[in-house]
């Protein structure tokens, strides 16, 4: 069974120039297939850290601990290493790539995952089939990537991009973030049909709960102060919504 598996895991950013500051002081957590783990917590409490952390980001270094990918040591692998093992990061803010098409970027993406390059034909059907369920203009794959993209645009491409490449486990940051009612049921619609194989894992890193009421999560976790603070069922998000993140805020700042 696949299973992403971090372990007191300590985050710091900062060039040294101007010192280092400490993000993450120690979290654990584990994410197996067939599960969804929303993490939820207020800005600056260590969500977007964790992601992009995970991927191998260059601003953040991880000072001790360590994240496993079925018993494989995921800190010692490069970025495009560790995208190839089976980990997909959906950033909060993907940048703009000008002269690439969302096709040829797909296409691309595709073959270094799987090891070939989809035949032409098979990979156009496979990517209509993925825009098709989620509500996306053909013309969208001829654009260039991310540009001049709305925020509900580049939020259908991430999932397009986790539809195509089915990872094992997939980490989205901030997936609901400017997103109109219509967008949000289909983007979570597109989030539900890759957990609903069994073979996957979702770490969902939201502020809201309102994705929470199309994705329904086995776990939610409670970020304050750089750590878990509190975890539980669905009926955690609930109390959230209906009391806030003071308390939590607190634990966090006196542990």
Do not use: C, W
């Not at 993490?39 to 260059?58: Q, V």
């Not at 002269?99 to 691309?108: A, I, K």
């Amino acid at each position: 069974m696949t299973t992403l598996e971090i372990r007191d895991l300590h985050v710091s950013v900062g060039d040294g120039a101007d010192g280092t500051k400490e993000i993450l002081r120690g979290v654990d957590l584990t994410v197996r297939a067939g599960e969804t783990h929303a993490i939820m917590g207020p800005n600056g409490s260590g969500k977007s850290t964790l992601a992009y952390a995970i991927a191998g980001h260059p601003k953040y270094t991880v000072t001790s601990g360590s994240v496993t990918l079925d018993g494989e040591d995921v800190l010692e692998m490069s970025v495009d290493e560790r995208a190839r093992a089976g980990l997909f990061l959906a950033m909060q803010y993907p940048v703009e790539v000008p002269g690439v098409s969302v096709s040829n970027f797909l296409r691309t993406a595709v073959t270094a995952v799987r090891g070939e390059a989809p035949k032409l034909r098979d990979f156009a059907k496979e990517m209509k089939g993925a825009m098709d369920a989620l509500a996306i203009d053909p013309a969208f794959a001829q654009r260039s990537l991310n540009e001049g993209f709305s925020g509900g645009e580049k939020k259908r491409h991430e999932i397009l991009q986790l539809e195509m490449l089915k990872p094992k486990i997939a980490v989205l940051d901030e997936t609901d973030s400017g997103l109109d009612v219509d967008a949000l049921k289909v983007v979570s619609e597109g989030v539900n049909r890759f957990g609903s194989t069994g073979d996957t894992g979702v770490l969902l890193i939201t502020h809201y709960t309102r994705i929470l009421r199309y994705v329904k999560p086995d776990f939610v976790h409670v970020f304050a102060g750089g750590r878990v603070v509190a975890q539980g069922g669905p009926e955690l998000a609930d109390e959230l919504e209906n009391e806030g993140y003071e308390k939590y805020v607190k634990a966090g700042a006196s542990s």
